[in-house]
C-alpha cells in the first residue's frame, strides 16, 4: 500500500469509492470494462454516482452523465463540510478536502443547458424507427425513405425535410404512366418503389408518430448546428476531465425520446472513436440513468446491435455506466458486459423484488464472510455491496461498504449558479443558436417549382453568373453538394470541391481547365454512396 493509499485518496491509477472491512478501489484500467449501479430509490445511487464521476475527472477522465432529477449538478460547486460529511470521512480514515470540477451543462430543449442537436441523417433509420415506435412494415418503409435520400444526395436536417421526403415517395395515385414520368418527384418515386410497394397508408401512419413526436418536443432536437462529440471529451486548464451533464428532467416525460439519444450517442462515439486498445485509463467514461429505458420492449435486431456496441466500445477507450434500480432491468448478454458492480440495497416486498435481490446476489463472486442476498436487504443509506474488477480483469469478492463522502456539492444548484457556469463554458456560442439552411425541404420544393437547375448559383459556383452558376448549380444540386450544413460522403466533398473550382477557374479565364478538372475529380465520385454503422447512424468519410 502507497502512502497515498493510507490516506485514502485516489491515486495515480485507482480511484476510492468507498471502505468496509476492506476498502474497494476502481481500477483506472480496467474501467472501460464498464460498470453497473442499482439499488431502490433514496439509497444513495446518486451519490455513489458523483464520487464515480469525480475520481474519474480528477485522473483526467472526462465524464458525460445524464441527470434525471437535477442533483447531480452540484458537481460544479464546492462542497460543504457539513457534519455528516464529516463524520463520515472521519470514519473511514479520509481527510475531507472539499472541491468543484470543471462542468458543461447540456439539454435537448436548450433551457437549462446548452442545446443538444443531431440531424435526421445522422440519426439513421433504425434509431429513429425506434424513436417512432414503428413496426416491421413501417421501419422498412423508412429505411427506403433514407435510402432514397443518401442516393439522391437529399441531405435531412430537421423534421420537415423527413416529412417533405415521406411526402416525395409516395406514389401519384390516379396518374396516368406518362404524366408520372413527367413530374418533378417522378425519379424520387420511381426509385423509391424500386426498393419494395410504398404505400400511402404506410407513410401516412409515420408521419402521425412523427407529429407525435414533435408533440414531445423533438422539433428542438433535430437541427443544426449538430453536436461534435469531441466536444465532451476535453479537459479544463488543470488537466482534469471535464464533467458533462446532461439536463433530463423535462426529457424523462419522453422515455423513447431519451432513451433513442443515448443510444445514438453511444452509437456515435463508437462509429467514430478509433480502435485504442487497453489504455491506462479510459478516453471517456458515460453514465446512463435510468437504464432499464434502453431496453424496454426494445426488437432483438435493435438489442443485437446495442450488445455488439457494448462489447467492441471498450476497445475504443470508452467506459459506460448503466445506472438502474435493479439489475434484472439490464438483459443479461448486456448485463455480462458490466464488469465493476455497486449495489445499494434492495427491498423485497413483492415475489419479483424477490426473484430481484437473488438475481443479484447471483451476479458476485460469493465472499464465504457475507450472506449478500440477505445484506442487499439490510443495506442502509450510502452502503454498498461492492465489486470492482482486478489486475487480471476478474471481479474481486464481494463486500460490503461505506461510500465516501463526495468532495462537491451533494444536490442541486441555482439557477444563477447554473447561468453563471454557463456563460463560462468552452462552448457557449457554438451551439446556442439554430440554424436552418437549405436541406431536403428546401430542394424538393425547388424541384415542385421547377427552380432547382437555376438556384442560388452565386453560393453555389463562387459568385459566378449566367450559365457558368447554372454549371454550379445543376451539379451541386445532382450531387447535393450545395447543402451547407450535414455530413457529406467523399464523393459529395469531392464534387462540392469540383464544381466550386470549374466555376471560379472559369470565371477567372481559365476555360481550357474545365473538362480536366471534371474529368479527374469526378471519376472516382461517382457510384459512391453514404455509408452507416451498426446502428444506422452516418459514418465519417
Not at 445511487?45 to 475520481?55: N, S
Not at 427491498?347 to 458476485?364: E, G
Not at 460490503?400 to 442541486?412: C, D, E, K, N
Amino acid at each position: 500500500m502507497t502512502a497515498q493509499d493510507s490516506k485514502l485518496g485516489d491515486t495515480d491509477d485507482k480511484i476510492f469509492v468507498g471502505k468496509g472491512s476492506e476498502q474497494a478501489w476502481l481500477t483506472l484500467a480496467l474501467a472501460n470494462r464498464h460498470g453497473l449501479v442499482t439499488g431502490a430509490t433514496g439509497t444513495g445511487k446518486t451519490v455513489t454516482l458523483q464520487v464515480m464521476a469525480e475520481g474519474f475527472a480528477r485522473a483526467g477522465v472526462p465524464v458525460f452523465a445524464s441527470d434525471i432529477k437535477g442533483d447531480l449538478s452540484g458537481i460544479s460547486e464546492v462542497g460543504e463540510a457539513k457534519d455528516f460529511i464529516l463524520k463520515r470521512a472521519t470514519e473511514m480514515g479520509l481527510n475531507f478536502q472539499p472541491d468543484q470540477f470543471s462542468t458543461v451543462f447540456w439539454d435537448v430543449f436548450g433551457e437549462q443547458g446548452h442545446p443538444v442537436r443531431a440531424t435526421v441523417t445522422e440519426m439513421g433509420p433504425l434509431l429513429l424507427a425506434r424513436m417512432l415506435d414503428l413496426n416491421d412494415v413501417q421501419e422498412g418503409v423508412l429505411n427506403v425513405a433514407f435510402r432514397v435520400a443518401d442516393d439522391a444526395g437529399l441531405t435531412l436536417i430537421d423534421m420537415k425535410d423527413l416529412r417533405a421526403l415521406l411526402d416525395a415517395i409516395v406514389p401519384d395515385a390516379g396518374k396516368k404512366a406518362a404524366d408520372a414520368e413527367e413530374g418533378p418527384l417522378a425519379d424520387i418515386k420511381k426509385a423509391a418503389q424500386g426498393f419494395g410497394n410504398v404505400t400511402k397508408a404506410t407513410v401516412g401512419t409515420i408521419q402521425r408518430q412523427l407529429l407525435v413526436l414533435e408533440n414531445q418536443g423533438a422539433t428542438k432536437f433535430f437541427g443544426e448546428p449538430a453536436l461534435t462529440l469531441k466536444d465532451f471529451m476535453k479537459t479544463d486548464r488543470d488537466g482534469r476531465g471535464m464533467v458533462n451533464i446532461l439536463v433530463a428532467d423535462k426529457l424523462m416525460q419522453s422515455p423513447r425520446l431519451y432513451a433513442t439519444f443515448l443510444l445514438w450517442m453511444l452509437s456515435e462515439l463508437f462509429e467514430e472513436l478509433p480502435e485504442a486498445g487497453d489504455l491506462p485509463k479510459p478516453k471517456l467514461v458515460f453514465f446512463f440513468d435510468e437504464a432499464h429505458l434502453l431496453f424496454n420492449d426494445a426488437p432483438k435486431a435493435l438489442m443485437d446491435k446495442i450488445e455488439q456496441v457494448v462489447r467492441l466500445i471498450r476497445s475504443k477507450g470508452v467506459g459506460v455506466y448503466f445506472v438502474t434500480q435493479n439489475p434484472i432491468d439490464v438483459p443479461d448478454r448486456v448485463l455480462g458486459q458490466l464488469g465493476n458492480r455497486v449495489q445499494h440495497a434492495l427491498r423485497a416486498f413483492t415475489p419479483r423484488d424477490q426473484k430481484a435481490v437473488a438475481a443479484a446476489a447471483q451476479t458476485f463472486r460469493p465472499n464465504p464472510k457475507l450472506d449478500t442476498a440477505k445484506v442487499i436487504m439490510e443495506l442502509g443509506k450510502g452502503e454498498a455491496l461492492v465489486s470492482f474488477l482486478e489486475g487480471n480483469g476478474t471481479p474481486a469478492m464481494v463486500e460490503r461498504v461505506m461510500i465516501r463522502p463526495p468532495s462537491a456539492r451533494i444536490g442541486p444548484i441555482t439557477p444563477e449558479e447554473r447561468k453563471a457556469i454557463m456563460d463560462a463554458s468552452p462552448v457557449k456560442g457554438k451551439y446556442d443558436t439554430a440554424v436552418d439552411d437549405e436541406s431536403a425541404y428546401e430542394m424538393i420544393q425547388k424541384r415542385i417549382a421547377g427552380t432547382a437547375a437555376t438556384a442560388d448559383a452565386g453560393a453555389a459556383g463562387g459568385g459566378g453568373g449566367g450559365i457558368l452558376g447554372q454549371i454550379g448549380s445543376i451539379v451541386g444540386t445532382i450531387f447535393g453538394t450545395n447543402v451547407k450544413r450535414g455530413r457529406l460522403s467523399t464523393g459529395q466533398v469531392i464534387a462540392r470541391d469540383m464544381t466550386r473550382s470549374v466555376t471560379n477557374q472559369v470565371i477567372g479565364g481559365m476555360a481550357a481547365n474545365i473538362g480536366k478538372s471534371v474529368a479527374g475529380q469526378l471519376g472516382g465520385s461517382i457510384g459512391r454512396t453514404l455509408v452507416r454503422g451498426a446502428l444506422g447512424g452516418l459514418l465519417r468519410r
